[in-house]
C-alpha cells in the first residue's frame, strides 16, 4: 500500500484532526528515522520538560530511543548552526529545536528570535529535511511556562512531516 493511498481519506476531510496525525505517524513509521533534537541550556529547568516531552512522544509513537538524539548548546540562537550540521552531514532525517527566549527592557530578544527562525527555515528548506521550531518568544518566563508542551507537538509535527515527504518520494 503506498503512503498515497493512507493519506488520501484523511486529505478528503477539511481538517486532520490529531488522532488522525497520530493515525498516519503510526501507519507510516520508518524504524530507520532518525531525529536530532537541539535544544538552549538556558532556562534548563523548563527546557527539560519540553525535551522530556518530545523524546515521549517520538518513542510513544514507536521511534526506537538510539534513534533520537539530543544536542544541547548554549543558548536558542546557536540552534539553526548545530542543525545545519546535522543537517550536512545526513546524520538526522528531521530535526526539533527547543528554547525559550524571554523579552526585556530592550529588542534584542526579539532580534534573537527572529533570526533563530529564519535560520531554522533556511536549515529547513536548504536540506529539505523537517527542522521544528518550538523556540518560545515571551514577554515573560511565566508565560513560557504554560506552553512547554510544546516539545510534544514539535516531535508528531516532524513525524507528520517525515510521512508527506515519504508519500511525494514513492
Not at 493515525?23 to 520538560?49: C, D, H, N, Q, T
Not at 550536512?88 to 528554547?99: P, T
Amino acid at each position: 500500500m503506498l503512503l498515497v493511498d493512507i493519506f488520501t481519506p484523511f486529505l478528503m476531510k477539511k481538517l486532520p484532526t490529531k488522532g488522525d496525525i497520530q493515525e498516519i505517524i503510526e501507519m507510516s513509521l520508518r524504524p530507520a528515522w532518525r531525529v536530532g533534537i537541539v535544544y538552549s541550556s538556558f532556562y534548563k529547568e523548563e527546557i527539560e520538560i519540553m525535551l522530556s516531552g518530545a523524546t515521549k512522544a517520538l518513542k510513544a509513537v514507536g521511534m526506537q530511543e538510539s534513534n533520537i538524539t539530543h544536542y544541547p548548546v548554549p543558548g536558542s540562537f546557536e540552534i539553526p548552526l548545530v542543525g545545519a550540521a546535522l543537517a550536512k552531514q545526513q546524520s538526522v532525517d528531521a530535526l526539533i529545536g527547543l528554547g525559550i527566549i524571554v523579552e526585556g527592557e530592550t529588542h534584542h530578544a526579539r532580534l534573537i528570535a527572529e533570526n533563530v527562525a529564519r535560520g531554522i527555515m533556511d536549515v529547513q528548506t536548504q536540506y529539505a529535511i523537517p527542522f521544528a521550531n518550538e523556540v518560545l518568544y515571551m514577554d515573560s518566563l511565566e508565560l513560557a511556562r504554560q506552553r512547554l508542551h510544546k516539545g510534544e507537538e514539535a516531535a508528531l509535527s516532524v513525524l507528520h512531516l517525515l510521512a508527506q515527504l515519504a508519500s511525494l518520494q514513492s
